[in-house]
């Protein structure tokens, strides 16, 4: 994305951009910048472009209203802390004061055929 320092993530299949779950322990938030092209529609299993994908399940910070291991972003949600503009950037904030040792797995997975664009993740 030019003008920006960020990662193109392409996901040529469904796939996870790891993100070391020890650098959680003891935060309270995790915050990202994304910025999601209009022609990146694919859906997870129909729930959303990309999400966060939490092991174990029920360490999931509980904000789409389904403990599954997954916190879905995505362009039709009616929940503001998920919802997602395309073509523009937007920050997302995620309470992980909960989270601690038994967090194995902190990870983007977007869907097959998306592109989407990180910059500004802080632990």
Same mark, same amino acid.
């Given at each position: 994305?030019?003008?920006?320092?960020?990662?193109?993530?392409?996901?040529?299949?469904?796939?996870?951009?790891?993100?070391?779950?020890?650098?959680?322990?003891?935060?309270?938030?995790?915050?990202?910048?994304? &910025?999601?092209?209009?022609?990146?529609?694919?859906?997870?299993?129909?729930?959303?472009?990309?999400?966060?994908?939490?092991?174990?399940?029920?360490?999931?910070?509980?904000?789409?209203?389904?403990?599954?291991?997954?916190?879905? &972003?995505?362009?039709?949600?009616?929940?503001?802390?998920?919802?997602?503009?395309?073509?523009?950037?937007?920050?997302?904030? +995620?309470?992980?004061?909960?989270?601690?040792?038994?967090?194995?797995?902190?990870?983007? +997975?977007?869907?097959?055929?998306?592109?989407? &664009?990180?910059?500004?993740?802080?632990?």
């Amino acid at each position: 994305m030019a003008g920006y320092n960020s990662y193109k993530i392409t996901a040529e299949s469904q796939g996870k951009l790891h993100v070391k779950s020890a650098l959680l322990a003891n935060k309270s938030t995790f915050t990202f910048t994304v &910025y999601v092209p209009s022609t990146s529609t694919a859906k997870l299993g129909g729930y959303g472009e990309f999400a966060i994908r939490v092991k174990s399940n029920d360490l999931e910070p509980n904000i789409d209203g389904r403990t599954d291991g997954h916190i879905n &972003y995505n362009s039709s949600s009616s929940i503001d802390e998920l919802k997602l503009v395309y073509d523009q950037w937007a920050t997302y904030t +995620v309470d992980v004061s909960s989270l601690d040792s038994n967090c194995t797995e902190w990870a983007f +997975v977007v869907a097959a055929g998306n592109v989407i &664009y990180l910059r500004d993740v802080i632990a």
